[in-house]
Nanobody, 113 residues
Framework: QVQLVESGGGLVQPGGSLQLSCAASRSIFSLNTMGWYRQAPGKERVLVARIIGGTYYADSVKGRFTASRDNAKNTVYLQMKSLKPEDTAVYYC?????????WGQGTQVTVSS
């Protein structure tokens, strides 16, 4: 079992920045994929960033978001810059361990003036 606890969401104005963190309850090795999804109201959950070796980003966030992980701290981060209203969503971190996907509880990010 892996528990993922997210933090860092909130309300930010367009053009602003936020950093999300996601801490795992146990050691997550570098071979295990970690990343972030988001789900906007009325829409499906979509992949934002995935870290396994290199990092994959959705086209909608390339150049604005940076995902990183600290294996020593069992933590994955999502640095978000130049935020837009369309980035408003619940953000979920995830981790794949031994063929099973674990999810965080989600953290709300609202971009609004």
């Amino acid at each position: 079992q892996v528990q993922l606890v997210e933090s860092g969401g909130g309300l930010v104005q367009p053009g602003g920045s936020l950093q999300l963190s996601c801490a795992a309850s146990r050691s997550i090795f570098s071979l295990n994929t970690m990343g972030w999804y988001r789900q906007a109201p009325g829409k499906e959950r979509v992949l934002v960033a995935r870290i396994i070796g290199g990092t994959y980003y959705a086209d909608s966030v390339k150049g604005r978001f940076t995902a990183s992980r600290d294996n020593a701290k069992n933590t994955v981060y999502l640095q978000m810059k130049s935020l837009k209203p369309e980035d408003t969503a619940v953000y979920y971190c995830y981790c794949d361990v031994v063929g099973r996907r674990y999810w965080g509880q989600g953290t709300q990010v609202t971009v609004s003036s």
